[in-house]
């Protein structure tokens, strides 16, 4: 796929990924940078200028929340946590991205993408 | 560790986002910067290596487009809602109220200072109020008081513009009662009479009313114990002695004993049966005295004073105002044209009693008040009102300085609401919901404070008549006065500080330290107008307290014509135990002649009247001087006398003699004036063998003598004439027995008690006044008011010192910066203390200067009311100025000390 592809689906998936990562436990912007890069094996990368703004604007919607937390011999860290709203955004989300899926696994005859 | 903060910083500056939120998003973004450069670190490159790798990581980023996009869609940062126009107002209220109540909480000292201030002036006017409800505009205690009608006789032609009517005879009454068709009920009752009560061994005097069978169903009265009059028992004069008690009696005398129905009481010496008890509160439809018992009319010639003995048989004894309850649909001009027509038949039919007479109707309430008590009850009570009016007005400009004062330290959180938008409406809302509450609960403080002032006052009433008065009490009247006043003085002291808060200039304010907040000229000036207001204020009500004690004080001073040191006056009533005229007649030689022999004793003697409780009459005919026309007809005191009252009273002798065991019945009828009468009767002229005729008396008696004029009614009072008959030439049953003593009476009173008693061991002697007690209850309304008058001008004084105080604390506070740098600059702490007390004494001058124009103003209009003392009293007015100066001084000094105590190095290096 290559770097076209990470320019491509961060757009378009980048809330899904985050909210997704929120939905086990509260993390900071660091970690789920991390968390992104590691999982997709590199492929997806999440830079600074792009991953807080998209985290502010996720914040503002209501759908994770931030909060300090001070844990001892760390810098004081900004956690983020999914919200009510965020897990439903994220039910949603899930929902139609399978719906997308299937849509052109059909069209395009290939399977598991 | 590298400095990532300073270059992310570098980066958001075109941004322009709020420092907090700027600060956030930096140690945030540095957090990253910081792990991704330990990372580096660890998988093994150099620090410079790893720090040019994250910088540059950095750098590629459009960090600034990407987050002013985001920025700019971020809401508002939350917001109290009660800071925003929420629509509804009910919402809105309680928001305000809550916010109002947590607003106070947070200045307690405030809070409380406010409260009591306030509850002082309103608990003022409680008491005040409390009281001239209960006489002037208290609803009778009877039921459907506005369908009641008082009915009295007139004259049919008006001699003067006071209404001058007079009780009903009974048989008019009667008349009245069975031609009427206005009333669906008519009563009536007579005035309070003084009766010798005995249950047991003791004897007491107890006032009692006679009244017709009707009376307590005509006023709708229910008794508390027992029954009212049944229509046999007010049937056949003399025939059945019943009598029913009232519920203060009932307490006081009888213990509040159950058993008290059925009980046998003596009253003047006749046995009555005890058959009711009357609610508690009802004490008749006079609104201040009431009697202790009732006793149906048919007994009115059992226990009515000798002159009034033929009430019941008699039209031209005039004894019962009526009470009528009107029908429904007739109003009070028709039942009046509907009486009159009555009394125009009973004038033809009885011309002897009637002529020239007719009836007046007026509201029973307005009856229940003399005319002659109401006038000086209504001056009583607009003045006292005026005044607690002004302690309250001191009260609330107290509360609007501090109100102020608190405003100039909110004026950040203000500016701050309208920055977010609260409307300017909406903040005086806020602000004066906060006023509102504090008046409130000061309200309620003052309630209680009035109803407590009260009592107290109520406590100092002439024991004698304690439970005769009408007591105080509390109704929905007071309750409605007391909101009022509350949430007016809330609105009175709120409205112009919220009014000057909700115009903070926004932008100014927020640039504004808090420290050295809102000393605008405006807010000082307005604040000094309100002091300059109390200080002329506090003068005023302190200038009329003196004036009022310097006439009480020179009042004290008046010889009222007869000597009171070492005089007694003994009230008996022989009469009242059933003894006959001889028997009575006796009993008075009896008492002169044995109280003669006691040592000590001076001299004794008898008289009809109380010394200063005398009352003028008219109809005095003087000899060649008959005709005179109905208004000009001749006033006079009269006194029934016996042998040595003038110098058992010390009263000087003019000229001619005095009255000798020979002026008895039968012989010549003779008289003795004062040198008033004679000098207005007979100017120019020797009254002595001058004949006159007394009203009601058909025989001319001949003036013997002269004496002094003395004061009658009243101490200080404008001469009247007065005209002394002789005992043995006009017999009265009840006589007041006068004692002059060699020395202190207090120690004679024993010896002559139980002289008297030697004589008859039955007749009570409980009521004795030395001559010096005669003055002091003569004094006793004008001692009351100025004690009255005193208490609420030294609150007045009080509350302007400590408003004084705030103030000039608040000034000196809000000018320690100044001060320092005037110390700074060399200033000696004399100089500063000069400085502050010139500041604050100029206001306090201009306040006394206003006061004391203010003050001869008033003091004019009350001058009828004050005795020797003129309006421009300069006593008074210098006095109470010194007064107000010297506290305004103390209170302006204390914050001027430590003005001048301030040290300039801390002063300068708070700002």
């Keep these: ?113 | 560790m590298p400095e990532w903060k300073q270059e992310i910083r570098k980066q958001l500056a075109g941004l322009n986002l709020p420092p907090t939120r700027e600060e956030e998003i930096i140690e945030e973004l540095s957090d990253h910067l910081e792990n991704l450069y330990e990372e580096i670190i660890a998988e093994g490159a150099t620090s410079e290596k790893a720090y040019g790798e994250v910088l540059s990581s950095l750098g590629q980023s459009d960090l600034l487009t990407e987050l002013r996009a985001t920025e700019r869609t971020a809401p508002p940062d939350p917001i109290p809602d009660g800071l925003l126009n929420s629509g509804h107002l009910f919402t809105g209220l309680r928001q305000d109220l809550r916010y109002a109540a947590r607003m106070l909480r947070k200045t307690p000292g405030f809070t409380a200072v406010a409260i009591l201030t306030l509850a002082l002036g309103i608990g003022a006017n409680t008491a005040v109020f409390t009281i001239v409800n209960t006489f002037l505009l208290n609803p009778l205690p009877v039921e459907h008081a506005s369908q009641l009608a008082a009915v009295n006789t007139a004259q049919a032609k008006k001699t003067s513009e006071t209404l001058d009517v007079r009780p009903l005879s009974f048989l008019n009454l009667k008349d009245y009662r069975e031609k009427t068709h206005s009333f669906s009920s008519l009563t009536g009752y007579s005035s309070p009479m003084a009766l010798t009560m005995s249950a047991g061994a003791e004897s007491q005097r107890v006032f009692a009313e006679v009244v017709t069978g009707n009376y307590f169903d005509t006023l709708g009265i229910r008794p508390r114990m027992g029954r009212f009059f049944l229509p046999d028992e007010d049937a056949k004069p003399g025939a059945i002695p019943v009598v029913v008690i009232g519920y203060a009696a009932w307490q006081g005398r009888f213990g509040g004993a159950p058993g008290v129905l059925g009980r046998t009481i003596k009253l003047n010496n006749l046995a009555f049966t005890i058959i009711g008890v009357a609610p508690q509160g009802f004490k008749g439809v006079n609104a201040i005295f009431g009697p202790d018992l009732w006793v149906p009319s048919m007994m009115a010639e059992q226990v009515m004073p000798a002159q009034q003995q033929n009430a019941l048989r008699e039209r031209a004894v005039l004894t019962f105002t009526g009470a009528g309850r009107l029908r429904s649909g007739v109003s009070l001009s028709q039942a009046q044209a509907d009486l009159k027509t009555i009394a125009v038949a009973l004038e033809r039919e009885y011309p002897d009693a009637n002529q020239g007479q007719t009836v007046a109707l007026r509201p029973l309430s307005e009856a229940a008040i003399a005319t002659n008590q109401r006038q000086g009850l209504m001056f009583g009570s607009v003045l006292l009102m005026a005044i607690v009016g002004f302690v309250l007005l001191i009260a609330c400009s107290n509360v609007a300085n501090l109100l102020l004062a608190r405003a100039a330290a909110r004026r950040q959180e203000i500016a701050v609401r309208i920055a977010l938008g609260a409307s300017r409406w909406r903040l005086v809302r806020q602000l004066l919901t906060e006023s509102v509450l504090l008046g409130l609960f000061s309200g309620i403080l003052g309630f209680f404070f009035g109803y407590g002032g009260c009592q107290l006052l109520w406590s100092f009433r002439p024991a004698e008549f304690a439970q005769n008065l009408v007591d105080p009490h509390l109704n929905a009247n007071v309750f409605l006065f007391v909101l009022v006043v509350a949430l007016f003085t809330g609105l009175i002291f709120g409205i112009a500080p919220a009014l000057r808060s909700s115009r903070t200039p926004v932008v100014e304010a927020l640039k504004e330290e808090a420290r050295t907040a809102g000393r605008s000229v405006s807010r000082v000036s307005l604040a000094n107008s309100l002091l300059v207001g109390q200080v002329a204020v506090s003068l005023v009500l302190l200038v009329t307290t003196a004036l009022f004690l310097r006439s009480v004080q020179r009042e004290y001073l008046i010889t009222p014509g007869f000597e009171t040191k070492n005089l007694t006056v003994f009230l008996l009533y022989p009469g009242q135990l059933g003894y006959d005229r001889t028997r009575t007649e006796q009993f008075y030689k009896d008492v002169r002649d044995r109280l003669a022999t006691v040592p000590g004793v001076a001299s004794v003697s008898w008289a009809a009247n109380l010394p200063l409780f005398s009352r003028a009459q008219s109809g005095v005919v003087m000899e060649g001087q008959e005709q005179r026309k109905k208004s000009e007809e001749i006033s006079s005191v009269i006194n029934t006398i016996d042998l040595d009252y003038f110098s058992t009273m010390s009263i000087a002798f003019l000229g001619g003699r005095e009255f000798t065991q020979n002026d008895r019945e039968g012989a010549a009828p003779v008289a003795i004036i004062n040198d008033t009468m004679a000098g207005r009767y007979w100017p120019n002229q020797d009254p002595l063998g001058k004949r006159l005729q007394l009203p009601g008396q058909k025989e001319f008696r001949q003036i013997v003598g002269i004496v002094k004029t003395t004061d009658y009614q009243t101490l200080g009072e404008a001469p009247q004439s007065c005209v002394y008959v002789p005992l043995r030439q006009n017999y009265s049953e009840s006589m007041v027995l006068y004692v002059r003593t060699e020395h202190d009476p207090s120690q004679m009173i024993a010896s002559v008690q139980s002289e008297i008693r030697n004589i008859d061991p039955a007749l009570p002697i409980d009521d004795i006044r030395t001559g010096t007690k005669v003055i002091e209850q003569a004094l006793w309304g004008a001692k009351m008011g100025v004690g009255i008058l005193g208490v609420f001008g030294f609150l007045a004084l009080g509350l302007a010192s400590i408003g004084l105080y705030g103030i000039m604390a608040y000034s000196v506070n809000q000018r320690r910066r100044e001060i320092g740098i005037r110390m700074a600059l060399g200033a000696g702490q004399a100089s500063v203390l000069r400085l502050i007390l010139r500041q604050g004494m100029m206001l306090v001058i201009c306040g006394v200067g206003i006061g004391l124009m203010l003050s001869i103003l008033l003091g004019r209009a009350l001058s009828k009311f004050l005795y020797g003392v003129g309006a421009s009293d300069p006593a008074s007015l210098t006095g109470a100025s010194l007064v107000l100066l010297t506290v305004a001084m103390l209170a302006c000094y204390l914050p001027a000390r430590r003005a001048s105590q301030v040290d300039p190095l801390i002063a300068l290096h708070e700002s």
């Design chain 1, 1 to 113: 796929m290559g770097a076209s592809l990470d320019q491509e689906w961060k757009k378009g998936s980048a809330e899904l990924l985050i909210l997704s990562l929120l939905e086990d436990q509260p993390r900071h912007g660091y970690d789920i940078g991390k968390l992104i890069e590691g999982r997709s094996g590199g492929k997806l990368r999440f830079h600074i200028a792009s991953l807080y703004p998209l985290l502010y604007r996720l914040e503002n919607r209501g759908l994770i929340q931030g909060r300090w937390v001070e844990k001892p011999n760390q810098r004081r860290r900004r956690y983020y946590r999914l919200t009510t709203q965020g897990q439903k955004t994220l039910a949603q989300q899930r929902q139609s991205w399978r719906e997308f899926v299937r849509a052109v696994s059909q069209i395009t005859g290939v399977e598991h993408a």
